[in-house]
């Protein structure tokens, strides 16, 4: 089993930047991507970023990049998702989640990863 805790979430007006945490405990040694994900009011889930816990190749969502950075602390078991230039689109709750068991790459479906945080609000104001 792998725990996730998110953190960072906040208000924020548009233009700023926050930064979310994503805390990992349990068998972390399975894991083998880790991704963020967001759900804005309204709509489905959609993929965010993701990032290879060894070796730390990344990928991003098209409204991610340029904008967004994830990295991971393997020391500290710990992601991050850097978020710069935010807009009020980018106003939803973001989940970080963890694949153990599909190794493709990049892993930007849902459905492939297998543990999930409970997430954190971001509200980026006009």
């Known amino acids: 089993q792998v725990q996730l805790v998110e953190s960072g979430g906040g208000l924020v007006q548009a233009g700023g930047s926050l930064r979310l945490s994503c805390a990992a405990s349990?068998?972390?040694?399975?894991?083998?991507?880790m991704g963020w994900f967001r759900r804005a009011p309204g709509k489905e889930r959609e993929f965010v970023a993701s990032i290879r816990w060894s070796g730390g190749s990344t990928h991003y969502s098209d409204s991610a990049k340029g904008r967004f950075t994830i990295s991971r602390d393997n020391a500290k078991n710990t992601m991050y998702l850097q978020m710069n230039s935010l807009k009020p689109e980018d106003t939803a709750v973001y989940y970080c989640?963890?694949?153990?068991?599909?190794?493709?790459?990049?892993?930007?479906?849902?459905?492939?990863?297998?543990?999930w945080g409970q997430g954190t609000q971001v509200t980026v104001s006009s």
């Open positions: 989640a963890a694949d153990t068991s599909v190794l493709v790459w990049p892993v930007v479906v849902e459905s492939f990863y297998n543990y």
């Open positions: 349990g068998r972390t040694l399975s894991i083998y991507v």
